[in-house]
């Protein structure tokens, strides 16, 4: 079965770092990109950034862009979004979502089941 | 900040047809795929419809998108109530260096 497993919620304080995780398995890992999206409480998606783990190009969205850090280890087929410093308003719902060129067009054909994080003093 | 805009809310009866609208511009549904993904309450987005108009397997044929110059719908017929959900457009923007945007989303709630 072709699955993006998530690391667990997360409570930080404000200026703390972090770094969440999304592993994939099922597939050939390097073969496709992976997005992370984020969701404020109450609030639609956001696409923040994708990276390649073939080659671990990164694009950002122009929001995020100097904000967060997508990082791959393909040797263990995970990808990362991390945090050198956390504000309260980076409290949401942290999704990972594979890019499948082949056969959706590059459509997010495969989610994880979202990283909850919470920063508050 | 979207950059496709959605109404923020549809509803209907049992087995009625609703749809849902999504404006965008020339550098994204004008001239990309556009795709559909709905949000059950509590859970992961999940990929409904995909180059404009195509099901995933498994997603029932009462779900269909459409495309037209800058805008795009989705119409879901025959309304069950597992249908209430989230939707949201999305679509790749080529004047943003090819990055992802996603509509404001659409609550479609069964009366």
């Known amino acids: 079965e072709v699955q993006l497993v998530q690391s667990g919620a997360e409570v930080k304080k404000p200026g703390e770092s972090l770094r969440i995780s999304c592993k994939g398995s099922?597939?050939?890992?390097?073969?496709?990109?992976i997005s992370w999206v984020r969701q404020m409480p109450g609030k639609g998606l956001e696409w923040m950034g994708r990276i390649d783990p073939s080659d671990s190009y990164t694009s950002y969205s122009p929001s995020f862009q100097g904000h967060v850090t997508i990082s791959v280890d393909k040797s263990i087929s995970t990808v990362y979004l991390q945090w050198s410093s956390l504000k309260a308003s980076d409290t949401a719902v942290y999704y990972c979502?594979?890019?499948?060129?082949?056969?959706?067009?590059?459509?997010?054909?495969?989610w994880g089941q979202g990283t909850t994080v919470t920063v508050s003093s | 900040q979207s950059v496709l805009t959605q109404p923020p809310s549809a509803s209907g009866t049992p087995g009625q047809r609703v749809t849902v609208s999504c404006s965008g511009s020339?550098?994204?549904?004008?001239?990309?795929?556009v795709y559909w993904y709905q949000q059950l309450p509590g859970t992961a987005p999940k990929l409904l419809i995909y180059g404009d108009s195509q099901r995933p397997s498994g997603v029932p044929d009462r779900f269909s998108g459409s495309k037209s110059g800058t805008s795009a719908s989705l119409a879901i017929s025959g309304l069950r109530s597992e249908d209430e959900a989230d939707y949201y457009c999305?679509?790749?923007?080529?004047?943003?260096?090819?990055?992802?945007?996603f509509g404001t989303g659409t609550k479609v709630t069964v009366l």
């Open positions: 020339s550098s994204n549904i004008g001239s990309n795929y």
């Open positions: 999305a679509a790749w923007d080529d004047s943003l260096s090819g990055h992802y945007v």
């Open positions: 099922g597939y050939t890992f390097t073969t496709y990109w």
């Open positions: 979502a594979r890019i499948e060129w082949l056969t959706y067009f590059y459509g997010m054909d495969v």
